[in-house]
């Protein structure tokens, strides 16, 4: 089948300029292949966040193309392109407990409450959180947070994941200790990703393989 052979994304030319006028991306031209995990590293400017938005739907794309699986997406709403995110700082919902934030995106989907239950479960073991589920998510260190951000992303089993400095906002030790976590759930799960990072170690802890940008130019390293 051609579906299944084609990348799980693909970006050709993409150009993503602000309102302003200013050129974020330029020309970016990228392959991933179905479960790879590719690091996206560059400084702080470079254009690592619009890119990843434009890829997730959260900005215009102004010239170019996005495939996934070999359709182009271009005019699939954000909510159906079946691509999970996870930001610097997690982003969890203050109110709502551990395992209601990891059930977050698969309520409404027509799941019983028994189904979404065992995915919590699940997705809680595979982040090393198992026994977490009624905690209130106020009480969590920063690297249990980052740890309920991708459970909560991967419970969906997206088809894409996007990682924008998930690790930033974590100490050394830590984010190296994470890093290695974080390649090991990825490729269990079989997950394609982007994870976009500033450090070049990390990079490399994580990803098969590692593009720059730099002034919102991406090339292979
Ligand atoms: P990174 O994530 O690599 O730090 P960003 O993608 O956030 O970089 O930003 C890339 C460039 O685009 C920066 O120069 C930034 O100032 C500019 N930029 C970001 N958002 C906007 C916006 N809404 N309007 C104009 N320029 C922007
Ligand atoms: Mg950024």
Do not use: C, W
């Not at 991933?32 to 619009?50: M, R, Y």
């Not at 010239?63 to 610097?88: K, L, S, T, Y």
């Not at 969906?156 to 050394?172: G, T, V, Y």
């Not at 990079?203 to 590692?210: F, H, L, Q, V, Y």
Request: aromatic share 2%; charged share 30%.
């Amino acid at each position: 089948m051609v579906e299944n052979d084609a990348p799980a994304l693909e970006l050709r030319g993409v150009q993503i300029s602000y309102p302003d006028g200013f050129v974020a991306v330029d020309g970016a031209d990228l392959e991933l292949a179905s479960g790879e995990i590719l690091a996206l590293l560059g400084p702080s400017g470079s254009g690592k966040s619009t890119l990843l938005r434009g890829i997730a739907g959260l900005e215009r794309v102004t010239a170019g193309e996005i495939r996934m699986r070999g359709r182009a997406i271009d005019a699939v709403p954000v909510h159906r392109r079946n691509i999970g995110m996870v930001f610097q700082d997690g982003q969890l919902f203050p109110h709502r407990s551990v395992g209601r934030n990891i059930a977050y995106g698969l309520e409404g989907e027509g799941r019983s409450r028994q189904e979404i239950r065992d995915r919590v479960e699940a997705m809680l073991a595979l982040v090393g959180l198992e026994g977490f589920g009624g905690r209130s998510v106020q009480t969590l260190s920063g690297g249990q947070a980052q740890r309920v951000a991708l459970a909560r992303s991967l419970a969906r089993e997206p088809e894409l994941l996007l990682l924008d400095e998930p690790l930033s906002a974590l100490d050394r030790a830590l984010r190296e200790r994470l890093a290695d976590e974080l390649r090991r759930i990825l490729a269990e799960t079989g997950t394609s990703a982007v994870h976009v990072t500033h450090d070049e170690s990390e990079a490399e802890r994580i990803a098969d393989r590692t593009m720059v940008i730099r002034e919102g130019r991406l090339s292979a390293r």
